[in-house]
Each structure stands twice: as C-alpha cells, then as structure tokens.
C-alpha cells in the first residue's frame, strides 16, 4: 500500500470588511503611496474594527465555511490546530476558542507560535497526526489580527501589516498527492531584530510599558530583510535540489507575503517566473500566519490535481522554511 500522506483538501479565508488604503495612512504618520509601493509593494490591507472582536472572530467563520466547502460537520475533525502570534488571550488557546464558537466537540486543539513561520509549522505538525494513521481530520488556522499589536505612530510597521484569516483541511491521502517535504529551521538568535517587548512573562504589563509603546510590534526592517531573503531562498533551493525540482516541474510557489522585493529575490533564485507566484500582498499586506492561505484560497480554481507547489516562509524567531507538497484535488 502507498504512504499515508497528508493532503490539503479544502481551503477557506476570512478577510474583515475595512480596507486601510495608504492615502489614509498617509494621513495617520509620515509615509507617502510611493514609499510603500516601491519598498514594500502593499497598496492596502485589512483591519479588524469592532469592540471586543479577536483573531477568533476571523478565523471561526473561516473554519465554518472550510466544513461547509467540504460537505463535513464540526463533529467530524479530530484536531485543530491555530497558528497565531496574535492570540485572543495569552491563555486559553486561541485554538480552543475557535472549536468551541464552530461546534468541533470531538477534538483536541491547541495554539502554535512560530511567528510568520506559524502556518508552515502547523502544517507539518498536523501532517504528522495523519501520516500516523490515527488522525483523518485536521483543520489548520493561521490567522492574526495584527491591528491588535500595530503601532500606528510607527511608519516603519504600521504600513506593512493586516488582519485576516486563513483555514485548511488535512486528511489522509495514499494516491501520491499530499505534503511530501518539509525543511523547518529556528535561529533563536534573530529575536533581537523582531519581538514584541512587553506582555509576557519577562516584562508583564505595567503603566511603564505601556507608556513606553513596549505592547506593539518592535521589527528594525534590515536585518530582517536580508535574513529573509537569504534562507527563505537557501531552503526553497534545498528541498528543489533534493526532489528533483526545476523551473519546470514547479507549477507554483506559494511565498510568505511580507514584502514584494523579499518574494522577487525568492523567486529569482529558484529561478521560477512571476507568472508561477502567487503574490496578493498589494490587497492584503503582511498577515502573518494567514498569508499562505490566503494565497492558496486566491489561486485555488487554478491549481490542479498532482501539481508541484513550494509554500516557503520567513518570520520572527526568526523561523523560516519550505514545505513541498503535491496538490490533492
Ligand atoms: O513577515 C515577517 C518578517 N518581516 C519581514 O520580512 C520584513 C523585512 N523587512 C522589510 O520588509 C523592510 O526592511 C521594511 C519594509 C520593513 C523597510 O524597508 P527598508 O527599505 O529596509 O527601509 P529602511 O528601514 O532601511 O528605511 C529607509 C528609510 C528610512 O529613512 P532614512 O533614515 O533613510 O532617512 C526610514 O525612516 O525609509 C524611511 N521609512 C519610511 N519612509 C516613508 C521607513 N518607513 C517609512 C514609511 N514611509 N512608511
């Protein structure tokens, strides 16, 4: 008999209503639609309004209408796993919260924080629990309402990030299809580059960090770039080489969105043409951990059964990898 492997089989998004052009932001701090668009490439994104809504909000319905797509009910799932930097509360795990707004009573959930990197993380954690056997069902969230943690006195961050949601289904597949590799990697040492200061248990909250700005998104953009650039490439090239991958038998590569110029040079040293990149980082800008699926909800029509897709993704950790998968349906 084939291998169990772990195959996408459905994909769902939510993105909230309010779009943040930056001829507004450029009313908000110091920047210009040029600066954006050239440095950056995003032309706006999406916030998250409404007292009291979290990263919940998104992604519940996002995972309600991937059963729905699916034909499945809530009951079915055995695991879900959300991929969040931007949890409800630090605890319980945002995770839970989203099973119990849904409906899954049968499963087991729980949060995983790898930063930018959460989402491939999270596939491969619950490629494991199918590959296993034990597991048919496996729902993985990456969603962030960054909103929450945006500094908007900070042109440096505030122009780069949006709230929005992302779901996938994972279920056993023994036809060839389905996650075939991964290279994951975590360099502890990048955490003095990207990091949010204040709120854990380092530096719990007081009036001194929150007079300090210390709750919000601290990134000094260079390091993080070339860092970016570099292993975000070096791994997309590793799992190529190993797998006998070329610019022709790629059909896609599916790259973290966090700035148009980081995902050319990713591009560029795989060699693979734009028209192979999914890229939507105009429309929605850096989503943390809902980027990916968001690019695979967008470009969903026009995947096909077998293709050969590259999901590649650089974060704070910093964390960074690639996942090569064969798409299911
Ligand atoms: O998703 C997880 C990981 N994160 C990333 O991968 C992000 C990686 N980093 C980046 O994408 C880029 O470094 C940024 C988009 C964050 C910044 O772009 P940059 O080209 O590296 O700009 P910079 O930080 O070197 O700043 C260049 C100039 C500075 O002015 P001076 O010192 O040259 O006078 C900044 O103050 O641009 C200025 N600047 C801005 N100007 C207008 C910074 N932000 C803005 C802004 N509008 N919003």
Known sequence: MQKIRAAITAVNTYVPDYILTNKELETIVDTTEEWIMTRVGIRE????????????????????GLLEKRGITPDEVDLLICATVTP??????????????????NAFSFDLNAACSGFIYALITASKY??????????????????????FTDRATCV???????????EPATDGNGIIDAILKTDGCGRIHLHQKAGGSCKPPTHATIDAREHYIYQE????????????????????????????NIAWLIPHQAN????DATAKRMELPKEKVTINIDRYGNTTNATIPLCMHEWEKQFKKGDNIILAAFGGGFTWGTIYLKWAY
């Open 221 to 248: 953009g260079q390091p993080v770039f070339k860092a970016a650039v570099q292993n975000m490439a070096d791994t997309a090239v590793e799992i190529m080489k190993r797998n006998d991958l070329n610019n022709q």
């Open 130 to 151: 199918i590959e296993s056997g034990l597991y048919k069902k496996v729902v993985v969230v990456g969603a962030d309402k960054m909103s929450s943690i945006t500094d």
């Open 45 to 64: 994104r999406h916030i998250l309004k409404g007292e009291g809504l979290g990263t919940s909000d998104m992604a519940a319905p996002a995972v309600r």
């Open 260 to 263: 148009m110029r980081i995902i």
């Open 88 to 105: 409800d509360m630090l605890f319980p795990a945002t995770a839970n919260i989203i099973s119990d707004k849904v409906g899954i009573k």
């Open 160 to 170: 780069i990030f949006g709230d929005a949601a992302g779901a996938v289904l994972l």
